[in-house]
């Protein structure tokens, strides 16, 4: 029986591994964590945020994705668009899901994120 999401693995080209630490870590306060051995091997980096744990891997042939994205939840979302847009990151707000608050940005590779907030 499914109990929980481990974790979601987002692409990325290779050599992003920098400009992937100062969005996950710097824009979205997330943390890096050590890969294993041979993970590391690959390149790419590990971040999570409480139970939130999301792995950028390299792919040579990389295509950012467009349509499918990991969707966070957050509190304090206005707070919390303000932090990414003070970091440079285009907030696109949509108010199409009932009973939330939500946005989309993208990270620096061009992988989408849905943030969602249920209002109360």
């Known amino acids: ?14 050599g992003s591994e920098e400009l992937l630490r100062a969005f996950y870590a710097g824009a979205l306060g997330m943390t890096e964590v050590a890969k294993p051995p041979v993970p590391a091997a690959r390149g ?13 891997g390299v792919e040579t042939d990389f295509r950012p994705a467009r349509k499918a994205h990991p969707g966070l939840r957050v ?3 206005a707070a919390y668009a303000d932090r990414l847009a003070r970091h440079g ?8 899901l009932p009973g939330h ?5 993208e990270d620096p590779v061009g992988n ?3 943030f969602l907030e249920p209002e109360v």
């Not at 029986?1 to 290779?14: K, N, S, T």
């Not at 608050?101 to 940005?105: G, S, V």
């Open 101 to 105: 608050r939500r946005f989309y940005a």
């Open 112 to 114: 989408r994120l849905e």
């Open 75 to 77: 509190t304090d979302i």
């Open 44 to 56: 790419g980096c590990w971040f999570e945020a409480g139970a939130v744990r999301l792995h950028l």
């Open 1 to 14: 029986m499914l109990r929980a999401v481990d974790h979601v693995q987002l692409a990325a080209p290779p």
């Open 89 to 96: 990151v285009t907030v696109e707000w949509d108010g199409n």
